[in-house]
């Protein structure tokens, strides 16, 4: 079992930038960010791959957002710049155990550990 903390929400401005991190028991092969936005539905937002180092975005965040992680920590992060009202939302770290195929890595049901989430907010 792997506990997945996340860390670093809050209230930013339009055009503002914040940091996500999460902090993992343990090592999971397969680390993504997630969010939910009131009465919407959990979406993908950018994952990352224990090997390969890969990365993969949602549109709506691509050039804005990056995720990165630290293997010797077991932290992962996500640096949120340009923010827009829209980005605000729950930010879930999510990890899994073995690796997913790029049609799986944007579902929530493959994943194994999920954090308890922090709530980012962006006014206009």
């Known amino acids: 079992q792997v506990h997945l903390v996340e860390s670093g929400g809050g209230l930013v401005q339009a055009g503002g930038s914040l940091r996500l991190s999460c902090a993992a028991s343990?090592?999971?092969?397969?680390l993504a960010w997630f969010r939910q936005a009131p009465g919407k539905e959990r979406e993908f937002v950018a994952v990352?791959?224990?090997?390969?180092?890969?990365?993969f975005y949602a549109d709506s965040v691509k050039g804005r957002f990056t995720i990165s992680r630290d293997n010797a920590k077991n932290a992962l992060y996500l640096q949120m710049n340009s923010l827009k009202p829209e980005d605000t939302a729950v930010y879930y770290c999510?990890?899994?155990?073995?690796?997913?195929?790029?049609?799986?890595?944007?579902?929530?049901?493959?994943?194994?550990?999920w954090g308890q989430g922090t709530q980012v907010t962006v006014s206009s």
């Open positions: 999510a990890g899994r155990n073995s690796p997913l195929s790029t049609s799986a890595y944007s579902r929530t049901y493959p994943y194994d550990y």
């Open positions: 343990g090592r999971t092969f397969t």
């Open positions: 990352t791959m224990w090997s390969s180092g890969a990365t």
